[in-house]
C-alpha cells in the first residue's frame, strides 16, 4: 500500500488490536537535495503478537527514528507500517513510546503525571483513575503520589513512565532505551520490574538498546540491525524462560551461545560503521574486530 493510499488511523476505539507490527519497504531520510542522508532503507519486519523483541545496532543507525515511524510521528518516504493490517497514518493511544529521554511534566505530581494520557484522551472515569493508583502502588511509588518529579530518583522516574505508559493499556509497547542512564543496580531492578509487567499483560512490545546483556535479560527474539542506512541483519529468537537473571547470562550455556552469536553479527555492523566514518581511525575497528574474532 502505498503512502498516498486510504486508510485507518489507529485510536483509542481500537483497543481490541492484537498487536501485530508489520514493516514493509520502509525507506526514510532526512534532508533535501546533496544534503539528503537516508537513514533507513528497505526495511522489512514483522512482529508477533504478544512476544517482547528487542532491537539493537550500532549507535545513529536509526533505532529511535523506526520507533518514531511506528509510533506515527511522521510518515515513511517510502514503505508503510501497518498494525494489525492497518495502515499507521499518525499517532494512537494503542501504541505507547517510553523514550530514553524523561518525558515526565516537572510541574506535575506523580499522580498526575501517571494519569495524563488518561485526561488527555477525555477520560474522567474512577475506574481508570483507580487503576492508575493500582499500578502506582504496583511499582513501589505509593508514597510518593504527591512528589514532583524533581524529588524523585532517575529509576523512581523510570517506573512513573512506565505507569503513564500501562494506564493507557496500550496493544503495542515501544520502548526507546528506557534505562539508558541508570546506574548498573537501579537498571538491574528496572529490568526485572519491565520483565514482569511484560508477562503480566503480554502486550506486543518492542524495547531498543544498545546493551546486549539487556537485550539477553528480556527478548523473545533479538534483532539486530545494520548500520546506516539501517535494514534487519538478523533475527535471533532466546528460546529461554524468563525470569532470568545476571547470575544465568554468566552460567546458562545456551544463552551464552546465543550471546556470542548476537556478539559476532552486531559487532561486524558497529566495524561497518566505523569505518564508515572518515573521523574514526582503523584501530579502534581493528580493537573492535578482535572481540568479534575472540567470541567466534
Ligand atoms: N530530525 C532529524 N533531522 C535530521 N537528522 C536526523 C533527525 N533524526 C535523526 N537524524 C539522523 O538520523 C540518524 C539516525 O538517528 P537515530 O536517532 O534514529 O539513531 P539511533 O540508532 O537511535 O542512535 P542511538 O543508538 O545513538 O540512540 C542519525 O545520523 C541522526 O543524526
Ligand atoms: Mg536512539
Same mark, same amino acid.
Given at each position: 500500500m $502505498?503512502?498516498?493510499?486510504?486508510?485507518?488511523?489507529?485510536?483509542? $476505539?481500537?483497543?481490541?488490536?492484537?498487536g501485530e507490527i508489520e514493516i514493509v519497504a520502509l525507506t526514510h531520510g532526512f534532508g533535501k537535495g546533496p544534503t539528503r542522508s537516508v537513514v533507513i532503507s528497505d526495511c522489512n519486519l514483522r512482529l508477533a503478537p504478544g512476544k517482547l523483541s528487542v532491537m539493537i545496532g550500532p549507535s545513529g543507525c536509526g533505532k529511535s527514528t523506526l520507533a518514531k515511524l511506528i509510533a506515527g510521528y511522521f510518515p515513511p518516504d517510502e514503505g508503510r507500517v501497518s498494525i494489525d493490517g492497518r495502515h499507521v497514518t499518525g499517532p494512537g493511544k494503542d501504541r505507547l513510546m517510553v523514550f530514553q529521554e524523561s518525558a515526565l511534566f516537572p510541574w506535575m505530581v506523580t499522580e498526575e503525571n501517571a494519569i495524563f494520557g488518561l485526561r488527555a484522551s477525555g477520560s474522567t472515569d474512577?475506574?481508570?483513575?483507580? #487503576?492508575?493508583?493500582?499500578?502506582?502502588? #504496583?511499582?513501589?511509588?505509593?508514597?510518593?503520589?504527591?512528589?514532583?518529579?524533581?524529588?524523585?530518583?532517575?529509576?523512581?522516574? #523510570?517506573?512513573?513512565?512506565?505507569?503513564?505508559?500501562?494506564?493507557?493499556?496500550?496493544?503495542?509497547?515501544?520502548?526507546d532505551e528506557p534505562f539508558r542512564?541508570?546506574?548498573?543496580?537501579?537498571?538491574?531492578?528496572?529490568?526485572?520490574?519491565?520483565?514482569?509487567?511484560?508477562?503480566?499483560?503480554?502486550?506486543?512490545?518492542?524495547?531498543?538498546?544498545?546493551?546486549?546483556?539487556?537485550?539477553?535479560?528480556?527478548?523473545?527474539?533479538?534483532?539486530?540491525? $545494520?548500520? $546506516?542506512?539501517?535494514?534487519?541483519t538478523k533475527i535471533i529468537p532466546v528460546d529461554v524462560p524468563r525470569p532470568r537473571t545476571m547470575a544465568d547470562l554468566f552460567t546458562n550455556e545456551h544463552i551464552n551461545e546465543i550471546k556470542s552469536e548476537v556478539m559476532k553479527v552486531l559487532y561486524a555492523e558497529v566495524i561497518k560503521a566505523f569505518k564508515g566514518s572518515s573521523r574514526v581511525e582503523g584501530s579502534a575497528a581493528t580493537s573492535l574486530q578482535q572481540r568479534v574474532g575472540s567470541t567466534q
Open positions: $502505498s503512502k498516498t493510499q486510504k486508510s485507518t488511523t489507529l485510536n483509542r $476505539s481500537d483497543m481490541s488490536v492484537d474512577k475506574a481508570d483513575q483507580h #487503576r492508575a493508583g493500582d499500578l502506582l502502588e #504496583r511499582v513501589g511509588l505509593a508514597h510518593f503520589v504527591k512528589k514532583f518529579p524533581g524529588a524523585l530518583s532517575g529509576g523512581m522516574q #523510570r517506573r512513573l513512565e512506565m505507569v503513564r505508559a500501562l494506564v493507557n493499556d496500550p496493544a503495542l509497547f515501544i520502548l542512564g541508570l546506574d548498573a543496580m537501579t537498571r538491574t531492578l528496572m529490568q526485572e520490574h519491565f520483565a514482569q509487567m511484560f508477562e503480566q499483560g503480554r502486550r506486543t512490545a518492542l524495547f531498543i538498546t544498545t546493551d546486549i546483556d539487556e537485550a539477553l535479560l528480556l527478548a523473545d527474539q533479538i534483532i539486530i540491525m $545494520s548500520h $546506516s542506512p539501517m535494514r534487519v
